[in-house]
Structure formats: structure tokens, C-alpha cells
């Protein structure tokens, strides 16, 4: 078990801060293209299910694993590996904002889903980089840095989403402010973080000792050794085939299959609830400046806190237990909706239900990043993140965008709802309890490499 003290030292690791200052960028596409667009349809009319559909461009976000071993083996010609990628895709991120400033809802509303579409796509391809950032940057044998860096990531995604989130719903209450304004200032803060890709310092992992290998032996099996055509078919091999061979290989198939499954279903709860809490928030009376202040606001300072208590607990305790507690939580935190759908808009149990469901996002997201990111071979980090992140935003999107559709199937009836949405968690903890032994394991051979 580490001491106190020693868990500050690692916080003050300084790579540490590009990790904080890379999850904000991942986090803020998500104000574009989810509570933003969402409150901009909802005042123009939009139905809920029509609001809940929109949400389908998020599923990019849950086959970004099929284009992600490009950012393995494709070094774009400035910056670096992962990093250019990074600021190759905040710039579109940002040009993409400005383009939407130019809609309206009556008239483009296809060109709305469209542009959010190109934004999801940009957003899912940085996130492939910057997840691999992070777990580049830190090496094989630092445990302890890996849980640090998970809730930084963490503390960072929600500065981009609540921090930064808030500031469109504030601006969108003065007067003579619309929501195509709202997107011009989006784009703005976009292009103002992709400056600070330019001073964090790029990670140097030497990754081509097992791709050279693996190349090897796609070009041996073709049976046609150094020829053009068997060397783009090993190059494609190692591209496509590899990082996703390997790690079935290296978990042995039933473990690789639980793992998957488990991070599908972990957070699908808070996935729905999340798809429908701005339109809950408006229907039961909230204004955009309570959301703004509370939603936002409050809810970013929170996560913060717990991302890193949630680190530390990680550090002290294993990811294991991090990610039990955070699930039971995670429940629990659900229910507290329910209780406003009761009551109203009363903002005292709006901020208590807001600081509880902070917590438990926080720390469930900075253990499933730390247990994600204990899973991967680093010679493949970007493949392999992005195949079981997609996964739980599989999870979370494909089967969310329905929920809309089922809030109006209960007659509205937001209580059920949020029931609902507490029980979806357990089957998610069945699973995490089959795989304590195989995550303990895990832990042990990161804390000493000369476990094989």
C-alpha cells in the first residue's frame, strides 16, 4: 500500500500536466455536439425522441477503434506521432464550429447533424491520440503514475465538459445572444487549447523492435518474403490485425471476452441519463443559467475533486476496488434524479443531487480509464485504448439514443426513469467480480516488471 505522502509525490509528476491540459480538449467536443446542440434543438421545438436521435453521431465515438491503428503507424509530418495528430484534429474541431455558427434549425437542420457528425468524428480521432499520449507518456513500471495520470485525464475531460461547458449556456441568457454566437465562441476556445498542444513534449516509445517482428511473420506467412506485395500485406497485417491479435493473445480468449463485456456494460446507466438530463432539466423548470451554474459549473469543480481523490484511492487500494465503489455509487447517484422529478425545480436538491452524481462520474471514469489503460501493450496503445473505450461507448451511445423514446413510452414519467437507470448498472459489477483475480494480476506485473 503507498503512503500519503508518497501519493502527493507522484501528483507532482510534471508530465502530469499535459495529460490535465489533453483531457480538456477531449472533453469540450462534447459541449458542441451533446448539452449544446441539445438545448439549441430543444428551444427551437425539437420533440425528445427527435433530441435523443440527434444523439446517434455520437456512436462515432464506438467504432473509432476501426481507424485508430492509423495513428499507430502513420506519423503525420509535424510534431510528432501523437501529438500531431492532436492538433491536427483540435483545427477541424474548431473549423467546424464556425461552420455551424452559420445554421439555423428551420432551414439546416440535416447540415446540423452533418457538421456534428464531421465535429464526432474529428473528436473520437483525437481522443484515439491523446489516450494514447497518456499512456505513452507514462512508463511500463509506474503503477502508481498510470492511476495519477487516469484521474487527471478525468479531471481534465470534465474541466473541458463542465468548466468550459458552462460558459455557452451562461452567454446564451444575455440578451440579443443566439445559439449560432454560441458556436463562433466555441470555436474560439477550441483554437486557443490547440495552442497548448504545441508545448507539451512528446512521448518516446520504442515500438518498432516488436512491430519489426510481427512484420516478419505477416510477410513469412504470405510465403512470399521481401516482395512489394507480401510487404504491404505484412504492413496491413501489423496495421489492422496486430494490436487486436495480440491482445486476445496476451489475455488469453475468456478473460479478453469478460473484459470487454464488462466495459460495455459499466456505465450504460449513467449513459442514459446523461442523453436526456439537459431536456429533464428544462421540462421540470431549471433555467440555461441554473444549468450553467449548477449542471456545469458545479459539477466541474466536484469531478475535480473526486478524479483525484479517485486516483489516490486507485493508487492506495487497486483499480479493483476504485471500481466497485464507483458502481455502487454510480447507482445510488441515480436515484437522486428521481427524487427532483418528485419535488421540482428546487435548486438546493439540484446542487446535492449535482455534487453526488459529480463523484460518481469522476471516480467511475478515472478507475475505467486506469483499468483500460492497465490492459494495454504499449506498442499498440492507440489500437488497443480505442477498441475498449468504443466499447463502452458502444455502451453508452448506440443503446442511448433511445432514451428519449423511452421516457415517452413511460408517459414522461421521469422517476421510472431514473429507477431504471440505477439497476442498469448491476450486471456491469457481476462481471467486475468475475475478473478481480485477473486485475490483481494485472496490477502485480505493472508493480514488477519481471512478472511474466
Known sequence: ???????????????????????????????????????????????????????????????????????????????????????????????????????????????????????????????????????????????????????????????????????????????????????????????????????AKEPQVDRSAQQKAAFARYQQATGHARTTGSAIIAWLGVTLIEPFREFFNRSGVRIAVSILLFIFLFKLGEAFLGRMSVVFYKEIGFSNSDIGYYSKLLNWWVSIVFSIIGGMVNIRYGIYRGLMIAGFAMAASNLMFAWIAQVGPDTTLFAATIVVDGFTSAWSSVAMVAFISLMCNRAFSASQYALMASLSVAGKNTLASGSGWMVDMMGGNWSLFFIITAVMVLPGLLVLRHLKQDIASAEKKVSDPQIS
Not at 444523439?55 to 485508430?68: H, K, T
Not at 461547458?165 to 487549447?193: C, E
Open 1 to 199: 500500500m503507498s503512503s500519503l505522502a508518497n501519493t502527493f509525490r507522484v501528483f507532482q509528476d510534471k508530465r502530469l500536466l499535459s495529460v490535465f491540459l489533453f483531457g480538456i480538449s477531449s472533453g469540450f467536443p462534447f459541449v458542441m455536439i451533446g448539452s449544446v446542440i441539445t438545448a439549441w434543438l430543444s428551444d427551437e421545438g425539437l420533440s425528445r425522441a427527435g433530441i435523443g436521435l440527434f444523439g446517434i453521431i455520437f456512436n462515432v465515438y464506438a467504432v473509432n477503434f476501426l481507424w485508430s491503428p492509423l495513428l499507430d503507424r502513420i506519423r503525420l509530418p509535424w510534431l510528432g506521432l501523437r501529438r500531431g495528430w492532436i492538433l491536427a484534429m483540435q483545427l477541424a474541431i474548431a473549423g467546424c464550429c464556425l461552420l455551424m455558427a452559420q445554421l439555423d434549425v428551420t432551414n439546416n437542420l440535416y447540415f446540423m447533424a452533418l457538421i456534428g457528425l464531421l465535429i464526432a468524428i474529428f473528436s473520437a480521432t483525437q481522443d484515439i491520440a491523446i489516450d494514447a499520449y497518456r499512456i505513452d507518456i507514462i512508463a511500463d513500471h509506474e503503477k502508481d503514475q498510470l492511476s495519477a495520470a487516469s484521474s487527471l485525464a478525468t479531471a481534465g475531460w470534465w474541466t473541458g465538459y463542465g468548466g468550459l461547458g458552462a460558459i455557452p449556456f451562461i452567454v446564451a441568457d444575455q440578451p440579443g445572444t443566439g445559439w449560432p454566437d454560441i458556436y463562433l465562441l466555441l470555436g474560439a476556445l477550441m483554437g486557443v487549447i490547440a495552442l497548448f498542444t504545441l508545448m
